[in-house]
Structure formats: C-alpha cells, structure tokens
C-alpha cells in the first residue's frame, strides 16, 4: 500500500511563509507526478500544484506567485513553500500521487494550515 504522509502544517500570520513536506513511500517515486491539494470544509478538495516527474510545474491561479512545488527523487518527498499567506489559503493541505505504474490514487492524511489575519 503507498503511503503518503505530511508534515509542516500549523498557524502562521498573514503575510507569513510555511513549507509543507510530504514523504512517500511503496511507489517508484521518481516516475510519477506529484500533487498537493486543499479543502476547506463545505467544498470540494481543489487542486494548489502539480510537478511531474521531469520537474514540469503547475499551479492554480490562486497560488501563482506565491507557492513553489518541489520534489526531490533521492529522498522520496514532496514539498509545498507557500509565501505571502492570506486567510483564504486556510484548509487542510492533502499530498496525493496517482501511480503510473500498477494504478490507483493516493492521498495523505492531511496537514492543518490556518493564515490569520
């Protein structure tokens, strides 16, 4: 079973910066995408940013600008730097990976991040 945890959630001011990490493991890392998403509750579970396995970028325009997606293949993990907070990125950050190998998706348990104002 792929597991995904994550890590680097918390309370932080608004303006302020926090790096979100999760670690995977059970799954050859290095050839699959990665993503992080958020949820607030009420809503539906969106998607922040994606990196593929070649380090290709994306982001939703909410974020752009502010958050940078990373990866590093020799340690197994994704990371989330989010700069420039506001109350409206509160939710719950959630790591997911599908796997291109033997199928299936994936989601970690979910890190709290609260911005206040």
């Known amino acids: 079973q792929v597991q995904l945890v994550e890590s680097g959630g918390g309370l932080v001011q608004a303006g302020g910066s926090r790096r979100l990490s999760c670690t995977v493991s059970?799954?050859?890392?290095?050839?699959?995408?990665m993503s992080w998403y958020r949820q607030t509750p009420g809503k539906q579970r969106e998607l922040v940013a994606a990196?593929?396995?070649?380090?290709?970028?994306n982001y939703a325009d909410s974020v752009k600008g502010r958050f940078t997606i990373s990866r590093d293949n020799a340690k197994n993990m994704v990371y989330l730097q989010m700069n420039s907070l506001k109350p409206e990125d509160t939710a719950v950050y959630y790591c997911?990976?599908?796997?291109?190998?033997?199928?299936?998706?994936?989601w970690g348990q979910g890190t709290q991040v609260t911005v206040s104002s």
């Open positions: 990196i593929t396995s070649g380090g290709i970028t």
């Open positions: 059970r799954i050859i890392f290095s050839i699959n995408a």
């Open positions: 997911n990976v599908a796997d291109i190998m033997y199928g299936g998706r994936y």
